[in-house]
């Protein structure tokens, strides 16, 4: 989550279920298998400055989440 709030595009296989993260609406990319993740690769390094708007609310969406703010108040929380 650390890396969707900082504008990194992340590959993620569809075995792997983050509901956290789809519940609040970020944005990543799925996969299959290896085949598909390569075919994928190619289009967004090929596609780059085009595919790159799409991720541009992730850090609105993990705001809550991944901020500052609310990264403290987990610890706070925690060590209460």
């Not at 609040?24 to 598909?36: N, Q, R, S, V």
Request: overall charge negative.
């Amino acid at each position: 989550q650390e890396c969707l709030y900082r504008g990194t595009i992340v590959f993620n296989g569809d075995w792997l279920i983050y509901n956290e993260l789809n519940e609040i609406g970020a944005k990543l990319i799925t996969f299959g298998d290896y085949e598909e993740l390569q075919t994928i690769l190619v289009d967004y390094l090929e596609n780059y400055d085009d595919r790159k708007g799409a991720f541009v609310n992730n850090r609105r969406a993990l705001r809550g989440l991944s901020s500052q703010e609310a990264t403290e108040q987990a610890w706070l929380n925690a060590i209460r």
